[in-house]
């Protein structure tokens, strides 16, 4: 039951969060201060089309020349982005998760393996299709309890491993979506594994950072942070590099569980994936800021300020970075010194994380649209296709930003 006996505020809470109400661990706050954190965290993480339905910030992976991405109408699409893709761009095929009545949002990225394409549903489910036509081979209610799935899944050989809102990682036979096993946290999972030499490790919003073995799930240790982590972790280094909730980035040894470094610089928490490259790691942070940290010490190389939250997850273009600011649209910076290179304005909020292939960036934005953007060797951002999803016949039509 929801703790707010004001209706409207509590119909926000609801719509402003993935799942509804969950419990956010922090640093020890009053109740009223974490009521006014969470809500205005939440005003500008998550917004719906109608109060309660979850809309989705759907991110895209490639493979062989096709972009495969999720849209805010609860659809997979399969676009053609090939050498030819001016003459021939369309939609290869488009896979309805859902009913027309029930439509199924997306928050991950699909994973491809093989013939296979594997995504979570909002409404608890794993979803695996057939890439080369969009017909679903099979579909795994993951959560007995119908718990939505937020992040990624991530396969490794033949297992597909997710995380759901039950708090329990699972993992699935890809070729059927049967559970080999599963491991139980304290608080929802949102965020997306990574797998590293037989281990994957992942975040809780029980404020753990885990390592379990594929195997079977046995646990190799646990590392405690003072907030709910939801980041994606990413490797390097031999260390495991994540942010949590209690605004901290954290350099944790793969190994041993040991904390090595920890950057405290931060105003707001973390949520996208962090980004990496020439033994620095590139954090986007939910003040705004885009901070370029040694991954030896974390120390601090630059920072770029968006001027607004950075929810999507940053993507490396060439020897610069391209930053999703939820208001300010996408930003082209340097990566050796943080010198801004150019600005894209968009049309409506920026959520999705960016994908990249070549010298063009991928990302889907908030009025249901899914769009490229092509890097000029000048370093401009110049222009690209946009696709309207809501629309009842697919056009691909050119844009310029704004």
Known sequence: MTPYRNRRLAAVYHCLTPNGLFHL???????????????????????????????????????????????????????????????????????????????????????????????????????????????????????????????????????????????????????????????????????????????????????????VTIENGAEKWRFKANGGIATPPIITNGNVHFGAFDSVFYAIDIESGREEWKFEGANNWFWARPAVADNTVYVASLDGNLYALGTEDGRVRWLFSTESPIIG???????????????????????????????????????????????VIYFSDDNHTIRSLEVNRDRNLVEGWELHTSESVDEFSRWKCG
């Open 25 to 211: 661990p922090f640093r020890q706050p009053s109740l009223a201060n974490l009521l006014i954190v969470q809500i205005f965290f939440l005003l500008f993480i998550v917004s719906c089309a109608r109060v309660g339905t979850p809309v989705g910030w759907p991110a895209g992976v490639i493979a062989s020349d096709t972009l495969y991405i999720g849209t805010q109408d609860g659809e997979i699409r399969a676009v053609n982005i090939g050498p030819n893709a001016d003459d021939l761009l369309l939609a290869q095929w488009t896979r309805v998760l859902g009913t027309e009545d029930d439509l199924v949002s997306v928050y991950g990225t699909p994973a491809v393996s093989g013939e296979f394409l594997y995504i979570g549903g909002y409404d608890g489910r794993l979803y695996s299709i057939l890439i080369s036509s969009g017909e679903l081979n099979w579909q795994e209610k993951v959560s007995s309890s119908g718990e939505s799935i937020v992040g990624s899944p991530v396969v490794n050989n033949s297992l597909v491993f997710v995380g759901s809102s039950d708090g329990n990682l699972y993992a699935l036979e890809k070729i059927d979506g049967f559970e080999k096993w599963r491991f139980e946290t304290g608080n929802k999972i949102w965020s997306t594994p990574v797998v590293n030499e037989g281990i994957v490790f992942f975040g809780s919003l029980d404020q753990h950072l885990y390592a």
């Open 313 to 359: 997850s940053p993507a490396i273009v060439g020897d610069n970075i391209a930053i999703p600011s939820k208001d300010n649209g996408i930003f082209l910076v340097r990566l050796r010194d943080g010198e801004i290179q150019d600005q894209c304005a968009i049309d409506g909020s920026l959520r999705a994380s960016l994908t990249v292939h070549g010298n």
